[in-house]
């Protein structure tokens, strides 16, 4: 009698799940990483800088203004995702491609690397949801 009052929760997919948590954890070990970097720069410690040192780190420091916006709006994108909302599924292609085009625009092999792999699980995500695009609100 209590199973015909549980409600019907959809298959969420395991692979799916487990590849959005995944993505999700690595935005926020990555921002994690950069507060811990940056976290005792004030204005006093940046003036004392070298001149050649300074632009990295301010560089970084615009990095992780956009680490923490992408991490947000990915994690709303996942959240959309997960709970059968077509506009997370279409959060979750544009803020791929958006990153995918801000890290390749750095010129660096790790950031190229890194957008490549972005794509692929974003991709690989969207390429399993195409299939059951009904299901989605």
């Not at 298959?11 to 935005?27: E, H, P, S």
């Not at 507060?35 to 632009?55: I, V």
């Not at 909302?85 to 959060?91: A, I, Q, T």
Request: proline share 6%.
């Amino acid at each position: 009698m209590e199973a015909a009052l549980a409600p019907k929760i959809p298959n969420r997919g395991k692979a799916l799940t487990t590849l959005l948590v995944l993505k999700g954890a690595f935005g926020l070990t990555m921002l994690f990483i950069a507060l811990l970097a940056l976290g005792k720069m004030t204005p006093a410690m940046l003036a004392q800088l070298p001149p050649e040192a300074l632009g990295p780190v301010l560089e970084l420091r615009g990095k992780l203004i956009v680490t923490f916006v992408t991490t947000i709006v990915d994690l709303t994108a996942v959240t959309g995702t997960w709970m059968f909302k077509r506009w997370g599924v279409v959060l979750l292609a544009a803020s791929s491609g958006a990153l995918f085009v801000l890290r390749l625009t750095a010129l660096k092999p790790l950031e190229t690397l890194t957008a490549i792999a972005g794509l692929v699980v974003a991709g690989s995500v969207i390429a399993r949801i195409v299939p059951k695009w009904h299901e989605y609100d």
